[in-house]
T-cell receptor, first 110, second 114 residues
Framework: AQSVTQPDIHITVSEGASLELRCNYSYGATPYLFWYVQSPGQGLQLLLK??????LVQGIKGFEAEFKRSQSSFNLRKPSVHWSDAAEYFC????????FGAGTRLTVKP | NAGVTQTPKFQVLKTGQSMTLQCAQDMNHEYMSWYRQDPGMGLRLIHY???????DQGEVPNGYNVSRSTTEDFPLRLLSAAPSQTSVYFC?????????????FGSGTQLSVL
């Protein structure tokens, strides 16, 4: 069965600094990959997704992610973090039986 | 549009009680699913449905039942609640599963089992 690992439970970055959140997956075929964000007390919002084609995908709020098949990774990046980006970020893989990682909580320092 | 509506928002149960968490969507989505979210464990899929009359188990189905008699509704039943089922439950829907479309999430139900 597919699975997702997010190695970093909590990351703290300064506002304006760059960000990279790691995601590794296990999947038997071509993966369908997603990044979602959850603000406190809120539901999840899709940031971006990868199904095929260009391995660098652009999402909302200035986020991007790169699919690397050789490393089974789908890391999320943002060049300059804003205080409003503080939230929990989830990587997910799969189709109908979609699996989420445990999440990475992002704290942004002023 | 209301999107995905979950009721109730909060619920406290005693061990052994039964209850149903309601989920309804008004987007004519074929795919619906239930997740539970626990600290440090992310979201885990309980059950999902790809259309009326079709349901399937996810990662953690034990202790939960579902049915899908209409496209709009996908209730989650706890037959005999246990403290281990204390969690936040999210219902989600999409037009065609995860393929090509994002999941729309409800606002969640916080369940405590004493």
């Amino acid at each position: 069965a597919q699975s997702v690992t997010q190695p970093d439970i909590h990351i703290t970055v300064s506002e304006g600094a760059s960000l990279e959140l790691r995601c590794n997956y296990s999947y038997g075929a071509t993966p369908y990959l997603f990044w979602y964000v959850q603000s406190p007390g809120q539901g999840l919002q899709l940031l971006l997704k990868y199904f095929s084609g260009d391995t660098l995908v652009q999402g909302i709020k200035g986020f991007e992610a790169e699919f690397k098949r050789s490393q089974s990774s789908f890391n999320l990046r943002k060049p300059s973090v804003h205080w409003s980006d503080a939230a929990e970020y989830f990587c997910a893989v799969g189709e109908n039986d979609m699996r989420f990682g445990a999440g990475t909580r992002l704290t942004v320092k002023p | 549009n209301a999107g995905v509506t979950q009721t109730p928002k909060f619920q406290v149960l005693k061990t052994g009680q039964s209850m149903t968490l309601q989920c309804a969507q008004d987007m004519n989505h074929e795919y619906m699913s239930w997740y539970r979210q626990d600290p440090g464990m992310g979201l885990r899929l309980i059950h999902y449905s790809v259309g009326a009359g079709i349901t399937d188990q996810g990662e953690v189905p034990n202790g939960y039942n579902v049915s899908r008699s209409t496209t709009e509704d996908f209730p989650l039943r706890l037959l005999s609640a246990a403290p281990s089922q204390t969690s936040v439950y999210f219902c989600a829907s999409s037009y065609q599963g995860a393929l090509g479309e994002k999941l729309f999430f409800g606002s969640g139900t916080q369940l405590s089992v004493l």
